[in-house]
C-alpha cells in the first residue's frame, strides 16, 4: 500500500519540494528552511487533500529511511 502512495507522490511536483525541505532540514539552514516552510503553507492551502495525504504519507515513511542512513 505505501508503494501505491509512493508511486502517485512522485508524480507531485510537490515531491521536489518536499525533498528539497528535508535537505535543509538535515544540513540545518534555518533560515532557508524558514523561508522555504513559508512558501510551502501557502502552497499548501492551494492544492487537494489528497495531495495534502500524500505528503504526510510520504513524510512518515520517508523520514525513518533517512533518520538510518545519517546515523
Given at each position: 500500500m505505501?508503494?501505491?502512495?509512493?508511486?502517485?507522490?512522485?508524480v507531485?511536483s510537490s515531491?521536489?519540494?518536499?525533498?528539497?525541505?528535508?535537505?535543509?532540514?538535515?544540513?540545518?539552514d534555518?533560515?532557508k528552511m524558514?523561508?522555504?516552510?513559508?512558501t510551502?503553507?501557502?502552497l499548501i492551502?492551494?492544492?487537494?487533500?489528497?495531495?495534502?495525504?500524500?505528503?504526510?504519507?510520504?513524510?512518515f515513511?520517508?523520514?525513518?529511511?533517512?533518520?538510518?542512513h545519517?546515523?
Amino acid at each position: 500500500m505505501l508503494h501505491f502512495f509512493e508511486k502517485k507522490f512522485l508524480v507531485k511536483s510537490s515531491y521536489y519540494k518536499f525533498m528539497k525541505l528535508l535537505h535543509l532540514i538535515f544540513i540545518k539552514d534555518f533560515k532557508k528552511m524558514l523561508k522555504f516552510v513559508k512558501t510551502s503553507l501557502s502552497l499548501i492551502f492551494r492544492i487537494k487533500k489528497s495531495s495534502f495525504l500524500y505528503f504526510f504519507l510520504s513524510f512518515f515513511y520517508l523520514l525513518p529511511r533517512l533518520t538510518i542512513h545519517n546515523q
